[in-house]
C-alpha cells in the first residue's frame, strides 16, 4: 500500500515536468522566501535578522520560449508583476490575462518586472505551457538600431526556468505559507502568579489565546525547557500583547513587538511562530483569557525512510533524529527552531544527507543550496565562515549522487564557480586557505581551546575536496576547461596534505602550520574527514584510529555536528559496534535528560541547567537542532548500509551491518522508488524498487541467495548483484 | 534680489547636512527610484523595460552611529522597513518609535529589512541625528561565539550613509513623487470623427477627462506632432479606457493596458503620465466626456544660469534649450520624455554639462550616476554600450569639476573600480577595446555607414580618457596604489593612439584598425574629441580643422548628440563664428521646423513627415531629447567662457568670446553662488559672488579695468585676476 502511494505521487511528478507550472529565474524563488524565513528569527522580541549580506531576486526577468503551432491556440497567462508580451519580437497591448497564438513558429517572450517578490510566469495553452523547456534571463540584451534592425544577442545569457511545484495559476509562489494544524497542551498549572503551559514535547507555531478580553497587558514567555519559561528575565523569546478598548463595544488587540493591531476576535493568534515546549504567561488583572492552545506550523513531509531493530533505544533514537528532522525541515533546511531559525551551510549539509535516509525531500534541498549561495559578487564566505563555503561544494554532488538531477548542477554550476573564485582569490603562497579579517574559522564549538591560526588542516582537507567536487560538477555542467583546471588543482592540493601536516610523531595530522612549521596539537576533526574522504594509506587509517579516534586525550567532541563524523569515520573503518556504544551514550544520554528533540550541544558531564546554557546565556542553547539527528543518517548509510553508487541510485551499494544489534530493518528512499531491507544474524533480506546494486556482506561460511550469483571477495567477503524488483533472501553466519 | 535668494536657499542646504535626514545606502534609493521611473515607458499600451540588468537595492542594511552624550536624550525613529535596534550590542525590544539613549559613550545601530523599497532611517533627537555621519552597512559580520564573545568586525565594509532631501520624518524617501500642476489646452478641434487637442508645445504629464461617464471605450491617442496624433495605427503611446456600470448609480472606469479600474469621479485622470503635445480621443458612443486638460508633471527646477544676446534667434535657441532640459530633467536626467524615459549614459553626461550651466541640481546628477553604474557584478558595458561605458567615467570627474564633491568621488570609488576590471577584462592583446559579441559599439545614429569592427580610434580615445579619470579619482579618494596604476595605463594608451590611428595621408585619425592595420576611412569623432582632450600637438589640432571638421567630404553629423561634441572641438579651436553660424542653421533650423523643445536627430534635408520617422516607424524619433539642448552648454561654457579649473570653482576660468555677436549677458551657477558675465565689443563686466579665476580676452588696445591689475600673455592675449565679489568692468577693442 505504502509503495502503491509513492509510485503515484512519483508519476504525477513525472507528470508535472511536462505540465504547466509557475517558473521563475533559479534561485530567485529562493532567495526571496529564504529572507522572509531567515527574518522570522527574533530574541526578546526584537527583529534578528542575519550578519551576512542578503540578498534580492533579480526584480526584471525575461522569460522566452520557441513555439511551433499546428493551429492557432490561446493561453492563460498569470503573471506576479507588471508585464510585457512579445510575440516575434513585436510587444503587445497591454497585460492580457488571454492571449491567442497563431500557427506555425514564433518566439514568445514575457518580460515581469517586480521589486516585492520574485517575477514568475504561468501560461496554460492547449500545448504552450510554462514549464522547464522555457528559457529565462535578467538581461536580455536585445536592442534595435535607428533602421529598427534588433540586435544581435547571440551573449545574451540564458538559464533553463526553474520551479517548484506551484502547478495552479490561482497559488502563485509568493503566497506561500507553511500548513498549520491545532495542537493542544497536556498540562496547565499555576505557578507564581502566572499559567505555566506544557505541550508535553517541543513543538513550534503560534500561541492562541481563546476569549482574550478587558484591557491590559499579556507576557506570553517561551521556554523549550520548564526553566526558561518561567524565567521571564532570560527566556530567549517572548511576546507582550496589549489588550485595549477603542469603543465600548470594541477591542483591538497589540502586538507590541511588530505594532500590529487588529480587532478581538474569539480566538488571538499571535502573529510570530515560536519554538517550545513550555509557555508561561502573565497578565494585568484586568485582562483575561479562557484557554491557551496552538496552531502547530510545520512542512508537510513523506516520512519515507525508515529503522527498527532489537534496541528499543536505539528506536528511540531514531524517531526523536526524525522528530528533529521534521521540526528544522521547514521552508529550507534551519539550524534550531528556538534560536537562529536560519540556514547555516555546514548545518544544511548534515540535515541534506539525513534527509536522503528519511523526507528523500529533493526540493528543500535544492532550495537551502540556492539559498546559502545567494547572488554574486561574493562577499564573504558563506554565512560568513570558511568551512561552511566548503560544506556548500560538498553539498552540491552529494546532491547529485542522491538524486541524478545532473539539470540542477548545470544550473547552480556558475554560481559555484564564482563561490570558488572568491576562495582561490584569498589562498596565501603555499596555495593554502587561512583565515583572514573578516573571516570566521568555525570548526566546532569545543569545550577547550582550538587554534584558528594559519593553515587549518581541517580547511585544507575540505578544500581540497571542494576542488575535487568543483572537477566533478564542472564535468556534469559540460566544462571540459574548468573540469581539467579543477583536477589539477585539487591534485596539486591534495599532494601537499600529507608533507603538510602528517606527524610521524603522533601518528596523525596535526591541528595546524603556523608559518610553514607544524604545530604540535592534534585534533579530531582533519583526521575523520580524512579518514572518510579517503585521503590516507590504510595504514594511516589504521593509526589515526587507535592515535586519535579512540584515543580519550584528544580534545573530545562535545557537538552532535561533529560527532556525525566522527562516528562516520569510525563506520568508515568498520567500528560499527563502538559507534553503537557511543549513539546508545551520548544520544541515549540526551533521551535520558528529557529530550524531546536532540541538542545543539550536549555535554554528558554537565548537570542540571547547565545543560541549558550556551553563548554565555541561560538558555542560549538550541533544544532542537537539526545536526542533532545525525543517527538517522548513520543507520541509514552504515548499519542498513545504503548508498547511491552511481547517480540516483542508478547503482546502490548495500553494504548492511548489524554494529551489535541483533536485527534491523529498515527502509532508503531512492528518486523514484526504494531499498528496503532486513537483517539478522543468519539472514538478509533485500528489495530495490529502482536501480541495481551489490549486498555486500561478512559470512563465515559460504552464504546462500534465493536469487542470482553470490561471488566470494577476499577474506570472509561476499557480494551479489541485486537486479529487478524481486525481494533477494541471503542466507549467512 | 535673485541672488539673496540663492544665498538664503544655499545656506538652508548647508544647515541640513548637519539637520536629521532620511539616510541610506549609497547609491541604494537611486536604483530603487531609478526602475520606478525606467519602467514607465510605454510603447503603444504595452509595458516596456529596458534590455540591461536592473538592479535592486540592499535589502538589509544596517546603520550605525558612535555616540557620547552629556545627558540621557530622546530619539525618535521613522524606518522604512522591518527593523531593530541594538544599543552597545544589545538588541532591544520591538520597534520603538520613541527611544532614550543613556548618557555616556555609546554605539548605536539600527537594522533594517526592507524588499520593496530602500531601507532607510530618520533619526531625530536634541543632538543625534541621522546625517551624514552615520555609517552603512550590508554586511555586519557581527557574530557571537559560544560564550557570547562577539567578532571582530574590522573587515567589515563601511560606507557614509547617503541622503537627498528628504528632511521630515513624514515624507520618507519611497514615497516621492514629482509634483503636478494643471495646464490647459490651447485648441480643441473635430477631425475625422474624433477630436484633437493642442496643448500648445511640447509637454508632459497625465491626461484629464472630465464629466467622463455611459458605457464604451475611449483611445486616446498621443502626438508630439499633430500627425503622429491622428495616427491611430502608428502613433508611439496611447491609452484605452472603458467605461461601464458596475451598478445603476456607479461608474467605473478601466485603464485597459494596466488592468486598473477605478470608480468614476468628476475628473478621471489617466494613470500613466505621457509626453505629447496633442492628443486625438475618438470614443464609442455611447461614452461622453465634456473636457480635456492635463497635470503637468515636472521636476521643480530653479534655472539658475542665464543668457541673453543681441540675436533673437540664439535667444530662442537657448530658452527652447531650456525647456528641453527642463522636459527631460525628472527624477534621473532622461534621453527623450516620450519613447524611452530611460537614462542612458550617453546622453546623461551632456544633460549633466548643460544642467551645470543651467539649473546646478547636483542631487539629479548624483542620482543618475548611481543609477547608470547600478550595482555588482557588472554584466555588460553601462546600458550595453562601449562607448556609454566610457561617458560614465568621464561624467564623475566632470561632476568633481564643477561641485567639488569629494565625498562623492570617494562614495562612489569602488564603483567605478569594478566598472574598469570589467573594461580591462575586455582588451584585446594590444590593450585596446573592441566590439564583442553583446557589445553594442553605438558612436553615433549616423545616416550613412559607420564601421563597427575592430579598434575604433574614437573607443580607444575615450578608453585613454577613462583611465585618466580613474587616475583623478582615485588621487580623490585617497588611493594611491590604484593612481599609481591608472596613470601608467593611461600613459601607456595613450602612447599607443597617434601611432595606431594618425594618417599623414589623411592629416587625421582613421576611423578604425583592423588586425592592427588602419583601414583608410575617417570620420569625425576621434578628432573632435582628440582636439578638446589635448590628445594632439597643435599642428595636428589646425589640420584636423581643415581635413575633417570644417571637411564637406566626411560623413556629416546628423544628431544634436555629436553636433555637441563637433562644436565643442571648433570652439576649443577658437572657431566661435562657425559654431553661431551652425546654431542659426542646425537649431535654428529645428525652430523653423515648428520645434517647441529639440530633437533626437535632425536632418536639414529631411522633408515634411521625414522629420517624424526613425528606427524604422513613422514617429520613432523623439522631438524631446536632452542631447538636442546643448547651445545650453556651448554658449556658457564657449561664448561666456566660463568654467572650473580647480574643483566646485573655487578658482575658475572666464574666458569670454562674442563668437559674431554683438553683446550678450548671462549667469553661470556655482556651487554656492554664481558668475555673472556681460561683454559687448568694447566691454566686459564680470561678477563672481565665490571662487576666484582669470578673466581672459583678446584685445587689439591695451585694456583698462575698473579694479585689479592686467596682465599681457601673448599676442594680443590678456588676463585679469578676480577676486571678491565686487563687478570688475574692463574695457577692450
Known amino acids: 500500500m505504502k509503495n502503491t502511494l509513492f509510485l503515484i505521487l512519483f508519476s504525477a511528478m513525472s507528470l508535472m515536468l511536462n505540465a504547466q507550472t509557475w517558473i521563475w529565474y533559479p534561485g530567485d524563488y529562493e532567495i526571496w522566501l529564504g529572507n522572509e524565513m531567515n527574518n522570522r528569527r527574533t530574541e526578546r522580541g526584537a527583529f534578528f535578522p542575519h550578519f551576512w549580506k542578503m540578498d534580492s531576486h533579480y526584480v526584471l526577468v525575461e522569460f522566452s520560449k520557441q513555439i511551433d503551432l499546428a493551429a492557432p491556440e490561446e493561453i492563460e497567462i498569470a503573471v506576479e508583476g507588471k508585464f510585457n508580451i512579445k510575440l516575434d519580437g513585436k510587444l503587445q497591448f497591454g497585460m492580457p490575462q488571454k492571449f491567442t497564438l497563431p500557427a506555425g513558429k514564433h518566439s514568445l517572450n514575457i518580460k515581469v518586472w517586480n521589486q516585492a517578490t520574485p517575477p514568475a510566469i504561468f501560461v496554460h495553452g492547449k500545448t504552450v505551457k510554462s514549464d522547464g523547456s522555457w528559457k529565462v534571463t535578467y538581461e536580455d540584451k ?48 499555576s505557578v507564581l502568579g502566572g499559567e505555566l503551559i506544557d505541550f508535553g514535547k517541543e513543538t513550534f507555531g503560534y500561541i492562541q489565546l481563546k476569549g482574550l478580553s478587558g484591557v491590559g497587558k499579556v507576557n506570553i514567555y517561551y521556554g523549550e525547557s520548564k526553566e526558561e519559561a518561567l524565567d521571564k528575565e532570560f527566556c530567549e523569546t517572548l511576546d507582550c500583547i496589549t489588550v485595549a478598548n477603542s469603543a465600548a463595544t470594541n477591542s483591538l488587540i497589540t502586538n507590541n513587538a511588530t505594532n500590529e493591531t487588529v480587532p478581538a476576535t474569539d480566538i488571538y493568534t499571535l502573529n510570530s511562530s515560536k519554538a517550545f515546549r513550555y509557555v508561561y504567561i502573565t497578565k494585568d488583572a484586568g485582562v483575561k483569557y479562557s484557554d491557551v492552545s496552538m496552531l502547530f506550523e510545520y512542512k508537510p513531509e513523506n516520512q519515507r525512510g525508515s529503522f527498527r531493530c532489537n534496541d528499543d533505544e536505539i528506536n528511540r533514537i531514531w524517531d526523536v533524529g526524525a522528530y528533529t528532522m521534521l521540526l528544522t525541515t521547514r521552508e529550507f533546511f534551519i539550524d534550531g527552531i528556538k534560536r537562529d531559525r536560519w540556514t547555516w551551510s555546514g548545518d544544511a549539509i548534515q540535515s541534506y544527507l539525513m534527509n536522503y535516509y528519511l523526507f528523500f525531500d529533493t526540493e528543500t534541498v535544492k532550495n537551502t543550496i540556492w539559498l546559502l549561495r545567494g547572488k554574486d559578487p561574493v562577499t564573504s564566505h558563506t554565512n560568513t565562515i570558511m568551512d561552511y563555503t566548503f560544506y ?159 584515543n580519550d586525550s584528544i580534545l573530545k567532541i562535545t557537538t552532535p555536528y561533529m560527532r556525525f563524523y566522527e562516528l562516520e569515520a569510525l563506520c568508515a573503518l568498520g567500528e560499527h559496534k563502538a559507534v553503537t556504544k557511543e549513539m546508545k551514550d551520548y544520544w541515549g544520554g540526551m533521551l535520558r535528560e528529557g529530550a524531546t528533540s536532540f541538542w545543539e550541544k550536549y555535554n554528558p558531564s554537565d548537570k542540571g541547567a547547565e545543560h541549558l546554557a550556551m553563548y554565555g546565556r541561560p538558555y542560549g542553547k538550541s533544544l532542537c537542532h537539526a545536526w542533532g539527528a545525525s543517527p538517522v543518517y548513520l543507520l541509514g548509510k552504515y548499519y542498513l548500509g545504503i548508498q547511491p553508487v552511481k547517480p540516483g541510485y542508478s547503482e546502490f551499494a548495500a553494504e548492511p551491518n548489524l554494529g551489535g544489534l541483533k536485527w534491523m530493518e529498515g527502509v532508503v528512499p531512492t528518486p523514484q522508488g526504494e531499498i528496503k531491507l532486513y537483517m539478522n544474524e543468519k539472514l538478509i533480506r533485500i528489495k530495490a524498487s529502482e536501480g541495481k546494486g551489490y549486498l555486500t556482506f561478512v559470512s563465515k561460511s559460504k552464504p546462500k541467495a534465493s536469487k542470482g550469483t553470490i561471488e566470494k571477495l577476499d577474506g570472509n567477503k561476499y557480494r551479489i548483484l541485486i537486479t529487478g524488483t524481486d525481494e533477494v533472501v541471503v542466507s549467512y553466519k
Not at 502547478?167 to 498540562?187: G, I, R
Not at 588542516?457 to 581540497?464: D, M, N
Request: net charge neutral; charged share 20%.
Open 142 to 189: 536585445e536592442w534595435i538600431d535607428e533602421s529598427g534592425k534588433a540586435s544581435d544577442t547571440s551573449a545574451t545569457v540564458y538559464m533553463p526556468s526553474a520551479s517548484g511545484g506551484f502547478n495552479l495559476a490561482t497559488t502563485p509562489p509568493s503566497a506561500y505559507k507553511l500548513p498549520v494544524k491545532p495542537q493542544q497542551a497536556v498540562s496547565r498549572e
Open 392 to 550: 556548500w561544494f560538498l553539498s552540491v554532488y552529494d546532491y547529485y549522487m542522491f538524486t541524478g538531477d545532473s539539470r540542477f548542477i548545470q544550473m547552480v554550476y556558475p554560481r559555484m564557480q564564482s563561490l570558488m573564485d572568491y576562495v582561490l582569490g584569498r589562498t596565501n603562497k603555499n596555495g593554502m586557505v587561512e583565515g583572514m579579517t573578516g573571516d570566521w574559522v568555525f570548526v566546532d564549538w569545543a569545550d577547550g581551546y582550538l587554534d584558528k591560526h594559519g593553515e587549518l588542516s581541517y580547511e585544507q582537507v575540505l578544500f581540497c575536496k571542494s576542488l575535487e567536487t568543483m572537477a566533478l560538477c564542472a564535468k556534469v555542467a559540460g566544462n571540459d576547461v574548468d573540469r581539467v583546471k579543477y583536477e589539477r588543482s585539487a591534485a596539486d592540493l591534495r599532494a601537499k596534505l600529507i608533507p603538510a601536516f602528517w606527524s610521524e610523531t603522533s601518528k596523525a595530522l596535526v591541528h595546524n602550520r603556523i608559518d610553514g612549521i607544524q604545530r604540535p596539537d592534534v585534533t579530531r576533526y582533519s583526521n575523520m574527514f580524512a579518514v572518510f574522504f579517503n585521503y590516507l594509506t590504510l595504514e594511516q587509517k589504521q593509526q589515526i584510529k587507535h592515535s586519535v579516534l579512540l
